[in-house]
């Protein structure tokens, strides 16, 4: 049903597996911290809506026909029944959560996944609910705090960004989309893929618009923006080398691809970066 990740799976064992039962609870709203590290879990969904956001480090975040990168301090909404899957490689990650009853979690909220950037605000709320990590039951403090988070939310999530990389099914697309991937640093254009692929540019261009619901020279952007993303979590701090990295000759050029799509400019992610070590 879902095409295998290879970068996930061939580091898979390198990561400790997490089970999302783990974390129900019987009160309604309820709350998950912990410091994870490198782990992943496999596909699943329950009937919860939740809240998410990490500290120290970059999440991946799978959904159908979507490869979500979540940065530090950047929380995701994850609506109910939502099938998905996360895995993470960075070793000092630490993952919050809040999670809504379904009866509630349309009130105001988003009904497709979400990633936006969390305020000051909500993070220490989000932080100051670690007290109630597995605690049960539920006082009227708990549930009216929980409450007050649950409505701050769609205000914060009109912030919105597109760090979410589409994926398909097709076989021949996605091969073509493994190697654009292995070969980002490099001069891309559609009509060298298309030939190199068996396409004509034409199909190629149709395929990327029906598959991946984007144009071919978006995903190129989706895809650089990201890899960006993934260098700076490695401890790249030098701005003109990864926009070099990525495909870019000019640095103007990337900073502001990068400011549009990831809502900040590069040096707002390498600073958080430097404040985590």
């Known amino acids: 049903m879902f095409e295998k990740d290879n970068d996930l799976f061939a580091s898979a064992t390198a990561r400790k597996p997490v089970s999302c039962a783990s974390v129900a609870a019987e009160k309604p ?6 410091e994870l590290g490198r782990f992943y879990t496999d596909w699943h969904q329950h009937p919860w809506g939740e809240f998410v956001y990490a500290e120290n480090g970059f999440v991946h975040l799978h959904v159908a026909g979507k490869k979500v990168l979540l940065p530090s301090w950047y929380g995701a909404w994850i609506p109910p029944n939502t099938l998905h ?42 932080r100051y609910t670690e007290r109630w990590n597995e605690v049960e039951p539920a006082d009227f403090r708990e549930v009216t705090f929980l409450q007050a988070i649950q409505d701050l939310l769609p205000e914060e999530m009109t912030k919105s960004i597109h760090v979410c990389l589409p994926s ?10 493994d190697y654009l991937k292995n070969h980002l640093a490099e001069k891309i254009s559609i009509e060298t893929l298309a030939h190199q692929f068996g396409f004509s540019v034409r199909t190629l261009s149709r395929l990327c618009r029906q598959q991946l619901g984007v144009s071919f020279s978006s995903y190129c952007k989706l895809a650089r923006m990201m890899k960006a993303l993934e260098l700076m979590e490695q401890g790249n701090d ?34 958080k970066k430097r404040v985590q070590r």
């Open 238 to 271: 030098n701005v003109s080398e990864i926009a070099s990295l990525v495909g870019y000759e000019s640095l103007a050029t990337f900073s502001n691809n990068f400011l549009d799509i990831c809502g900040n400019r590069p040096l707002y992610f390498i600073n």
């Open 85 to 126: 899957e996360i895995w993470s490689d960075s070793p000092s990650l630490h993952m919050r959560a809040i999670c809504f009853p379904a009866d509630s979690s349309t009130n105001g909220l988003k009904s497709e996944l979400t990633v936006f950037p969390v305020s000051p605000l909500l993070k220490e709320m989000v």
């Open 29 to 34: 709203t309820f709350v998950y911290h912990q």
């Open 168 to 177: 398909t099914s097709h076989e021949k697309l996605a091969q073509l989309l």
